[in-house]
């Protein structure tokens, strides 16, 4: 089941007491001459170093990618930290409001894994605004292709309200518009609750979250009336609870059964011929529309010459026929 404050400590304000979670941060400013280059060589080498840090003094930033916290993944991380220590560094910058803490950018994960086992974090150091480090979490993200189909639906949909526009949410989630709009669909036909409440299902991918979002607005239901349904499976994995309120939306009649396609009509063909009798083409119908169909090699040139004039063909069909209708 999701959690409302995935984070605790993490996502706790900093010592000023603001939610600057959305403020850009601001970037050093170095002087000029011999000691403005002295200071921007230290900054230098401090982004390339990997840096031990209190997990404590690392804030929640960015967006939230996660829909639920996954205890038996926490702690079989905590084990896989125990036995072979943090091999992967996470990513922070520095805090603009509070100086010698950090907010996040990647690595959630391993924080809260690192603050239960009481040990420092590994981390690099990186001077990003925020459009940098949403850049950062989301194709982060998308390379270790871990988040699940509602998950990137859900941090679309969060960077679409910040305002970024859809190149910056292609780039952060590595993909196109196309799946954009899909993930954008998803996001915001189901409640932003309803979603935490069934978690990041990770077995189920597009189609059928999209088709779980059309049963859903096909009835008039709110949040409340889905999370009570999915109160009774409260103790379930994520895919069995998507799996439930699917079947008892279906139960409910919310989606009508799409129309079965009207059968095509069936071709109507005959064939053309040639003066001495060889085969020329043919003539196809099918409903509305006649195709005329020629061997370019029985033809003869006529194809091209039929090509050419067929505009004057029809002219002079349309006055003989106003002719004779009068």
């Known amino acids: 089941m999701a959690r409302k404050n995935l984070l605790g400590g993490l996502i ?16 050093p ?9 002295v200071s921007q060589s ?47 560094p996470i990513l922070v910058r520095p805090d603009p409001e509070t100086e010698g803490r950090y907010r996040i950018v990647y690595g959630r994960r391993r924080v809260l894994a690192l603050r239960d086992l009481g040990q420092p974090i590994k981390a690099m150091v990186r ?54 709009s899909r993930l954008l669909q998803v996001a915001d036909t189901l409640p932003v609750e309803l979603i935490e409440h069934i978690g990041a299902a990770p077995g189920i991918g597009r189609d059928r979250w999209l088709a779980l979002a059309a049963l859903w607005g096909a009835q008039d239901l709110d949040a409340q009336d889905g999370i009570a349904m999915l109160a009774v499976q409260a103790n379930a994995r994520s895919d069995a609870r998507f799996e439930g309120l699917f079947g008892w939306l279906e139960k409910r009649g919310g989606a009508k059964p799409a129309p079965s396609p009207a059968p095509r009509p069936v071709p109507q063909k005959r064939a053309l011929t040639r003066a001495d009798g060889k085969t020329l083409g043919q003539v196809i119908r099918r409903g509305d529309t006649l195709r005329i169909e020629l061997s370019r090699k029985a033809a003869g040139g006529f194809d091209d010459w039929l090509a050419e004039n067929i505009e004057e063909i029809h002219r ?11």
């Open 12 to 27: 706790a304000d900093s010592a000023s007491g603001g939610d600057d979670a959305e403020k850009p941060a601001r970037a």
């Open 29 to 37: 400013r170095y002087s000029k001459g011999a000691i403005g280059a």
């Open 42 to 88: 230290i900054a230098d080498l401090k982004n390339r170093a990997i840096l031990e840090i209190d997990p404590f003094q690392i804030s929640e930033g960015g967006l939230r990618d996660r829909v639920e916290h996954d205890e038996d993944a926490h702690a079989q991380l905590m084990q896989s930290i125990r036995e072979h220590g943090q091999q992967v």
């Open 127 to 180: 001077d990003l605004d925020d459009r940098e480090a949403i850049l950062a979490q989301g194709q982060e993200n998308s390379a270790r292709r871990d988040l699940s189909f509602v998950e990137k639906a859900n941090f679309a949909r969060q960077m679409r309200d910040a305002g970024y526009d859809r190149k910056v949410i292609c780039d952060a989630l590595s993909t196109d518009k196309t799946l954009i």
């Open 316 to 326: 002079d069909w349309l006055a003989t026929r106003d002719e004779q209708g009068r």
